[in-house]
């Protein structure tokens, strides 16, 4: 088969499941890309960022207007008031993290999301989701159209890089959302094929046809009013037309070159000015930078300090997991298989592409240079990707956004580079039909694999993690191990707990099972809480926050009589002070107030103001090691922090904690490294220090061996007004250069990934 029909068709059925299965505002950012959508469609003028009054589009009102004005000329006259109530946020989503109790869910979804036909906002986000399904064929098509131009001899391979990017579950994804890539990733297609066509196009010695020049000018302005990473696409095009002329009109004076690469340049990039200069003006006026990055940065949030490369490097596992497929908000994944054997075809695809590297530099040094200007297809993609790759390095330094979904302007060049490392260097057997050359059943066998998991995912994956639990049975009531009669404030009743274990250690899971009744309706959203205190400082050392079934269920929703079991997995800090007896404890409160249901209990007393119910002593024990609290903190992988020890835990304004740390050197060391420990409040928006105490260990690290172990006394004086609240000792690793800079040593991960610069220990109480 020569023609992507198939694919395409196939894509497009895939990409519309995707676009109704997901449920509304799941996919990523479309919480965020559709406010901006509905803003134009109601007749409003473009949004401003302003980090001091967010507006619903969050920090997509920095996003270029192309796509968001297509989608809301497809949807203005669809009366979306109900926008609001659609849009109901879940304020405890774990948004970006991988969880074993749910709470997944960004927004909490009413039976009447589902009901046919769609109406109000569900109808204009499933309109432009298909249309965004469109977009994404159109990616797949021109993935297609640029393989015939690097394969000319090879259709097996074009098909199958067609087939790997309509495939890869992660763009099927996107490309059923409502997000701007989708456009994005079409016009860099388009702007990738039409560079190919004009530079490896016969010519016959003439200049490239100014027409076309014009047409790839237009579709680069089109891309930079649509994403800042096409702009990326202009220099790559004015690289293009130099190369690929002078090896066109090579008998020519320079000086007629060098006028043809002027006038066609020009042709090139007044367009781009044009169409999308407007934008990157208004940014500087109204930012400050032409790209509006400060405004973007200020809303969307940033690292606490810049990643290293290395640390990029070691988020490479959450990188590859968003590129194949990692769905809803960044929190729903396939079985880890896939990605492992996603990953290792990845891997063989790079060393097939050396392999045909070399024997590629080899051919051309022995043949004509017809041979080189035939590796130029190559080298642009190349190209293009290492320029999107920089750029996402770039932002990522700043910002947490390690995913990678965030290439996918270049998905055309990386599945046809897939395809080419895994087969292209296969023999050709001029003279077999091309089905029976070697490499097309391989292709085959890629394409259904990657069809067969895309198509498993809407059904294995996504619908059902936003599908809420199920009530418990009667037989479940039954055997509740720890039975109670408990109401909160004459709405839910607390039937009982399951409890798996009631003696853990720092580090540990918490599994925790409740058992509720709703006994009222209710008009406001309440959040259980389960919380593990310290009593001690009075506080909690782990908790767990959510709706009822799993994020799922807001007690809005609950109708009386109904029960639901819900599941709790408390992950303990590994830094929690030990040996200790906490308690476990829950409750149910308002996330937008703060306010407490009371607790009544079976007798029909209530217990004063109590608002929590005492569910179980935990054993928090010490884990075995030779030194207190023992752990294992990597700093650098220079030394690492192997315990601790703080007396007291509960002091006043004005006394002295002592703090003692265990540290251990991992190397040999030629600086001497200073520690720094603080006490302060976190949530203190001032991040005021209330006490310090820098430090060099005992001899200085210069001086100790590898494996030597040195105790460390710091004395941390509180300031007189010192706030009456739990505080946090932090504690890091840093030196003094010779410029008189203090960095910082960043702490490793047992999988070797560098993340924060810092440790943060056990609370302690102020009075």
Known sequence: ?????????????????????????????????????????????????????????????????????????????????????????????????????????????????????????????????????????????????????????????????????????????????????????????????????????????????????????????????????????????????????????????????????????????????????????????????????????QTLGQRAQPASLLQLWGERWGFSLSYWGLFG????????????????????????????????????????????????????????????????????????????????PAISAISILLVAGLFGWLPRKIGRPWYLRPGSWGVALLGVFMFLVSAAAPFAWIGPAYEPPAAPTESQLAVIENPMEVEFGGRMRLLGYDLAETRIKPGDQLRLALYWETLAPMERDWSVFVHLNDPLIGAPIAQRDMYPGQGLQATRLLAPGQRLICHYVIQVPETVYAPAKAELVVGLYDFQTSARLSVQMPSGATSGDQKAIFLSAIDLYESTGEYPNPALHNFGDQLTLVGYDIEPRRLLPGETLILTLYWQALAEMDVDYTIFTHLRDLDDPSN????????????????????????????????????????????????????????????????????DDFLILSKVRVD
Request: glycine fraction near 8%.
């Open 1 to 297: 088969m020569r023609s992507p029909k198939l694919v395409l068709i196939l894509f497009i059925l895939l990409g519309s499941i995707y676009a109704i299965i997901t449920p509304i505002f799941e996919a990523s950012d479309e919480l965020w890309h559709y406010p901006f959508v509905r803003h134009l469609a109601d007749g409003n003028p473009l949004p401003v960022q302003d980090p001091d009054n967010v507006g619903p589009w969050k920090q997509e009102a920095s996003q270029q207007p192309l796509y968001y004005a297509l989608a809301a000329a497809l949807t203005f006259w669809i009366d979306t008031a109900d926008m609001e109530t659609v849009r109901w946020l879940n304020p405890h989503v774990d948004s970006g993290m991988l969880t074993t109790d749910g709470n997944i869910n960004l927004i909490v979804h009413r039976p009447e999301n589902k009901a046919i036909p769609w109406q109000g906002t569900i109808l204009a986000v499933r309109l432009i989701r298909l249309a965004s399904v469109l977009m994404g064929a159109c990616t797949v098509y021109l993935t297609w159209r640029i393989g015939r131009i690097v394969f000319p001899t090879r259709p097996e391979l074009a098909l199958g890089a067609a087939a790997v990017n309509a495939f890869t579950p992660m763009f099927l994804f996107i490309s059923g959302a409502v997000n701007n890539d989708n456009l994005a990733v079409a016009l860099s297609s388009y702007a990738l094929f039409l560079m190919l066509r004009d530079s490896v196009g016969p010519r016959n010695g003439s200049e490239p046809k100014m027409k076309n020049s014009l047409l790839l000018g237009i579709v680069l302005g089109l891309g930079a009013l649509t994403k800042t990473t096409a702009l990326g696409l202009v220099p790559l095009a004015l690289l293009a037309l130099t190369v690929s002329t002078r090896h066109h009109l090579s008998r020519r004076a320079w000086q007629q070159w060098i006028n043809i690469i002027i006038r066609h340049g020009l042709t090139i990039v007044l367009p781009v000015l044009l169409i999308a200069g407007w934008w990157y003006f208004r940014n500087y006026r109204l930012y400050g930078d032409w790209l509006g990055w400060s405004a973007f940065i």
């Open 329 to 408: 908000g960044i929190n729903v994944p396939m079985p880890e298989w896939i990605y492992r054997v996603l990953n290792a075809i990845a891997a063989i695809s790079v060393a097939g592409l050396a392999l045909s590297l070399g024997r590629s530099l080899i051919d051309t040094r022995n043949h004509s240079g017809s041979r080189a200007v035939r590796l130029l297809p190559l080298a642009l993609l190349a190209l293009w990707i290492f320029g999107v790759l920089v750029g996402l390095v770039r932002w990522a330094t700043i910002t947490w956004s390690s995913q990678g979904r965030l290439v996918f």
């Open 688 to 755: 005021r220090i209330f006490a310090q105490h820098d430090a060099e260990p005992p001899g200085g690290t210069s001086t100790w061996t590898q494996g030597q172990t040195v105790k460390a006394v710091y004395q941390l004086t509180l300031a007189a007004d010192t706030p009456a609240a739990v505080h946090e000792i932090e504690v890091g690793v840093y030196h003094r250069t010779a410029e008189g800079a203090f960095p910082r040593l960043q702490l490793v991960t047992p999988d070797g990934r560098l993340v």
